[in-house]
């Protein structure tokens, strides 16, 4: 009976470490998003807190490119599907960044040509980038323009 309890005991404290240590590093990622803002929608050039399209953001008066991904463009979009695709974006952009505090994770170049910060934002260690990609607004940046029309 010792022996039972012993183990018992044992794999409870096994169980209970692990679930312990699980969430530590939930509570760290979370810890760790500490930017955070209401969001409006920007009209013409931009805001202090403000969501120009599905890849782009302006904050703390700084414009952000959303470096990890290609969003259909609003200004200018070549196609009615573009424009379309684009809104949808932006709009799931906006709800995203409002949902709560995020982190600005630098990348490997500091600005892109037309002087827009190039970052990566996460919310609890996962791409904000990457949700949009799994939700159909948006593909991973890979240089350059590619038509979504």
Partial sequence: MTRFFSLTLMLSAAIFGGAWASSDSALAAG???AESAAFGLC????????????????????????????TPETHQPRCAAEAARGAAATRRLHQ???AGPFTLQS??????????????????????????VEEGLARYYEGGRRSWC
Wanted: proline residues 2%; contains cysteine; hydrophobic residues 30%.
């Fill in 107 to 132: 990348i490997n170049r500091d600005e892109d040509r037309y002087g827009r910060k190039l970052r990566i934002l996460t919310r609890g260690g996962q791409s904000l980038g990457e949700l949009l």
């Fill in 43 to 70: 009209k013409s050039g931009g805001g202090p807190n403000c969501v120009v399209d599905g890849d782009t953001i302006w904050y703390r008066g700084s414009k952000i490119r959303i470096a990890d991904i290609d």
């Fill in 31 to 33: 810890a760790r998003d």
């Fill in 96 to 98: 995203l960044v409002n």
